[in-house]
């Protein structure tokens, strides 16, 4: 990269430092540090929402269904806009009333308020364990897309600028950090590619006359998806907005009710249209570019196999001219950076508060900074010693998804619902899905093992629960 590009790069870096280094006097608690003083408002809880839940996976995975498919990739995050939506108007008002009445700083603590303490420690190791995966494997991914698009920067050297600066400035700051960085992050990131990205690339595949030639029809409509891809998209994206510690801390940050539910609602706007259909119209001009032969000096000539995803970052490597390299460097690193620091803090957050129940103890701030520390750490260690890390997301995402779900709807639905009908549904559910994808046997209609971890989920909580009520009534008799 030319030395304009870096020095973008670098002033970017250096911002994300200065937001933490100037909040690390501001926390004056565990309040401050992992929900923000519970006084942030609706547009940077919305900003930041947006921004981890898009990250660098949807990012360029959004650029690869471009890729493949055409705009009907952009179904993606349509679940996404349902999610949020149906997480404001179902789960904020319940959630949002418990956590100012008990001071809730992380997800478990609200499965503790319906079942008992037992089932909190065992989703707090879930989703600790989960959480930390997420962000070793955002880091790593982030790493990989960087040095494959800019051979000048090798994966190592990735990997420590991005893992070093998030972990920096997240140890910081705390979430005020975090939310705050999300902002700048997600304006960088659509900046450089809705005012960069696309223009210039539009441009240089020739225009719509070149689509329209190069690509069939299909890439151009919203009807080139099953619906069993609809519904797995669904029942994989939904669900993680009813079970993220992520999403709960934001719930918790926000200064009343109305506010966290006008955050959701500005979070699944920015997902669907906006981010959806900036990604995959990257994606589908990468595929123009592929057809027409302008990814020969990298290696890959019209016909031959390649990685869908890798499709944008060679066309943005081909196109970009000197100083707006740096820009859309910047904002892929925005991308990955908006998802590991919020995962980073989620996994903290579930460490110090639901396992070693440290956050009511004297010197609790620094505990927690120390701590988020000793995390990141070992998060960026995973990244680079276990090339295989996203597996592990894979399973801890699926375990969360599966195992998570059903014992929150019906803490929601029924505070009365029982803990033991949570407990193994919990078990069943998530080892349902994860023994499904690691044996991968052929699944009717080609449906995600989800659906069923969730479905065996839900068959245990109302089996044991009309068990116990059984029970209950018997020995009333």
Known sequence: MHWIDFTIFGIYLASMLGVGFYFLKKNKDTEDYFVGGRQMSSLHIGLSVVATDVGGGFSIGLGGLGFLMGISGSWLLFSGLIGAWLAAVILIPRVHTLSRRFNFLSFPQFLASTYNKQVALIAGI???????????????AGAKLASATFPSLSLNQALLVMGVIAVVYTVMGGLKAVIYTDTIQWIVLMGGLLFVGLPLCYQAVGGFEAVRNDLS???????????????NWMITIIPIWFIGMTLYQRIYAARD??????????????????????????????????????FISS?????????????????????????????????????????????????????????????????????????TLIIGILALLIAIKMPNVLELMLYSYTFMVSGLFIPVMAAIISPNSKSIAAFWSMIIGGGTSLILI????????????????????????????????????????
């Open 126 to 140: 879930i989703s600790a364990i989960g959480y930390l995966g997420f962000t070793s494997s955002q880091v790593l």
């Open 257 to 294: 009710q109305k506010t966290a539910q006008r955050a959701w609602f500005i979070a699944g706007l920015f997902e669907y249209p906006l981010m959806a259909f900036t990604g995959v119209l990257l994606g589908l001009f990468a595929r123009v570019a592929f057809e027409d032969g302008m």
């Open 299 to 371: 290696g890959f000539a019209p016909g031959d196999a390649i990685d869908s995803e890798m499709g944008l970052p060679l066309l943005l490597k081909t196109v970009l001219p000197v100083g707006l390299t740096g820009i859309v460097l910047s904002a892929y690193f925005s991308a990955i950076m908006s998802t590991a620091d919020s995962c980073l803090m989620a996994a903290s957050g579930n460490v110090l508060t639901d396992i070693l129940k440290r956050h009511n103890h004297p010197g609790s701030l620094r505990f927690s900074q120390i701590l």
């Open 438 to 477: 690691i044996l991968n046997p052929k699944l009717p209609f080609n449906l995600d093992a989800n659906i069923f971890g969730i479905s065996a989920s839900l068959v245990v909580f109302i089996l044991i629960s009309i068990i116990k009520k059984g029970r209950k009534v018997s020995s009333s008799l």
């Open 217 to 231: 029809h299909e890439f151009l409509s919203l009807t080139n998806v099953s619906w069993q891809q609809i519904v």
